[in-house]
């Protein structure tokens, strides 16, 4: 592995009622706590299932997953329902030089190697890359969240 | 690309006065408010500063980044100061499938293509993959921590 150039595999996949990309809708027209209603499940790979254990005592897990439907990188992008485009690193677009997601799902319980959640904003497929415990480090208080403060909802 | 398999390149890296893994204190270890007053920089590649454009408006941004220096992956791991291991992906150890990390930090303020930030746990050097705003869909209220709420502290 050279430096800063890690090889990925997947540890799991998404299994998600969103088939396609147009199925899901942005977080900011979607009608309010959509995805918190949002379940489906995660399967992890049988020579990953190990990894897993202890992670049913937490409420809500990080997954990072291949946006392995993403067209080309962008540097500048025009969110869903905004008119002027801001820089692909202060919105959470999939068309980002890496292809890394993120989502902060609550975690409904674990049978063997899949994993049952809710939060779920994925579509069917998704390749998952790591599966992280979400600590109270993660949980940030008093925050300011630029350009979406003007929106009713977050976007994606 | 091929699915699943992301290839990556760094879009950044860190600067920080850990200049080793052994200057990090484990955070089961740390004292307390320890990592809220660590300071540095995340200085941004300039085919990407472009990207940055709004950033600067969000008080929290979620860095991904390369385990460089982490070992051979392990499916169990024995946090610092535990002694029962634990599945990988119910901690925070780089000796990860895929070695990512992921961190939550304070943004200061930006420099064109400097971020300076708090609450940084990251060593020297560090390549930084993706850069995200925190939004209010990233904070969880209401959480169980698992294996962590025996402990004082949440570890990496």
């Given amino acids: 592995m050279s430096a800063g150039r890690p090889r990925l595999r ?11 990309p147009a199925d899901l809708p ?19 790979a049988p020579a990953f299932a190990a990894g897993l254990d202890g992670l049913e ?38 068309h980002r030089p890496n292809p890394l997601g993120l989502s902060v799902l609550r975690l409904l319980g674990r049978e063997h190697r899949t994993l049952r959640v809710s939060g779920l904003d994925l579509i069917d497929g998704t390749p998952v890359l790591d599966i992280k415990p979400y600590t109270s480090r ?5 925050i300011r969240t630029g350009w979406l403060e003007k929106r009713r909802r977050p976007v994606r």
């Avoid at 993660?138 to 008093?142: E, M, N, T, V």
């Fill in 10 to 20: 997947p540890v799991g996949v998404v299994h998600s009622r969103f088939k396609e």
């Fill in 57 to 94: 005592g937490f409420s809500h897990i990080i997954v990072l997953f291949h946006f392995h439907r993403a067209g080309a990188a962008k540097l500048r992008v025009t969110p869903p329902g905004e008119k002027r485009p801001r820089g692909v690193f202060a919105t959470r677009s999939p």
């Fill in 138 to 142: 993660d949980r940030k208080s008093h």
């Fill in 26 to 44: 942005p977080p900011a027209f979607a009608p309010p706590r959509f995805f918190e209603t949002s379940t489906g499940t995660i399967e992890v």
